[in-house]
C-alpha cells in the first residue's frame, strides 16, 4: 500500500485545547497535505507544506513536516467545538503524481 | 460556482449489477480522480485523468472503468458489482497534476451493494 498512517486515531480535547496529529507517510514526496471531513461530508483542503518547507501557519493550523523522518504534524490552536471532524493527511509522492491518503484522526472538541 | 458535483448521494445495487456515477466539475480542472474511502482504510485512488481523453489506473483499479471525453465530466463505471466495492466513492479536481495544487472533492456516493 502506497498509503501513509496517522497518529493517534482518534483524539477527544476541550474546547480551548490545542489539539496535534502526526503523519508518516513511506516514500519521497513534492508536498504534502491536510484536509478535513466533516461526517458524512467530502474533504476539504486545509494547507499545503512543500517538501524544501519545515513549518507552516495558516490561522490556527501550523504544519511540521521532516523529511528525514518522513512525518508530519498538524496543530490545531485554541480548538473550537466546530473542529470536529476527521483530519487526513496525504503524500504527493515523487514519480507517481498522485495524492495518497493516510487513514486520519478523528478529532472531537467538547464545547 | 458549484465545484465538484457526484450523483447519485446513495446507492443500493444487487450483486451482477452495473451502473456509473456520475462525476462533473465547472473549475476548468485538468485532473480529476476517483478515491474510494472504506473504514480503517483512508481513501485509496481507483482511476485518474489528467486532461480529457487521458485516463491512468491507480491503487485499486480493478472492477471499474473511466473515460473523460470533456474536461468537466468523468463517469466511474461499475461493470459486475460485488459487495467487496460497497464504500464511499468520492471525486476530486485539481487545476492540473502537479505538486503545487490542493484538491477540491465532490461530497461523496454512498454505495451499497447486496
Known amino acids: 500500500s502506497q498509503q501513509g498512517e496517522e497518529d493517534p486515531q482518534a483524539l477527544s480535547i476541550q474546547e480551548g485545547e490545542n489539539a496535534t496529529m502526526n503523519c508518516s507517510y513511506k516514500?519521497?514526496?513534492?508536498?504534502l497535505q491536510w484536509y478535513r471531513q466533516n461526517s458524512g461530508r467530502g474533504l476539504v483542503h486545509l494547507i499545503l507544506i512543500r517538501s524544501n518547507e519545515r513549518e507552516k501557519h495558516s490561522g490556527r493550523l501550523r504544519v511540521t513536516l521532516d523529511t528525514s523522518k518522513k512525518s508530519s504534524s498538524l496543530l490545531i490552536t485554541a480548538s473550537r467545538a466546530a473542529d470536529t471532524a476527521s483530519y487526513f493527511c496525504?503524500?504527493?509522492?515523487?514519480?507517481?503524481?498522485?495524492?495518497?491518503f493516510g487513514t486520519g484522526t478523528r478529532l472531537t472538541v467538547i464545547p | 460556482n458549484a465545484g465538484v458535483t457526484q450523483t447519485p448521494k446513495f446507492q443500493v445495487l444487487k450483486t451482477g449489477q452495473s451502473m456509473t456515477l456520475q462525476c462533473a466539475q465547472d473549475m476548468n480542472h485538468e485532473y480529476m480522480s476517483w478515491y474510494r474511502q472504506d473504514p480503517g482504510m483512508g481513501l485509496r485512488l481507483i482511476h485518474y485523468?489528467?486532461?480529457?481523453?487521458?485516463?491512468d489506473q491507480g491503487e485499486v483499479p480493478n472492477g471499474y472503468n473511466v473515460s473523460r471525453s470533456t474536461t468537466e465530466d468523468f463517469p466511474l463505471r461499475l461493470l459486475s458489482a460485488a459487495p467487496s466495492q460497497t464504500s464511499v466513492y468520492f471525486c476530486?479536481?485539481?487545476?492540473?497534476?502537479?505538486?503545487?495544487?490542493?484538491?477540491?472533492f465532490g461530497s461523496g456516493t454512498r454505495l451499497t451493494v447486496v
Open positions: 496525504a503524500s504527493y509522492q515523487t514519480g507517481a503524481n498522485n495524492l495518497f
Open positions: 516514500t519521497s514526496i513534492n508536498n
Open positions: 476530486a479536481s485539481s487545476y492540473r497534476q502537479g505538486a503545487s495544487y490542493g484538491y477540491t
Open positions: 485523468s489528467v486532461g480529457a481523453g487521458i485516463t
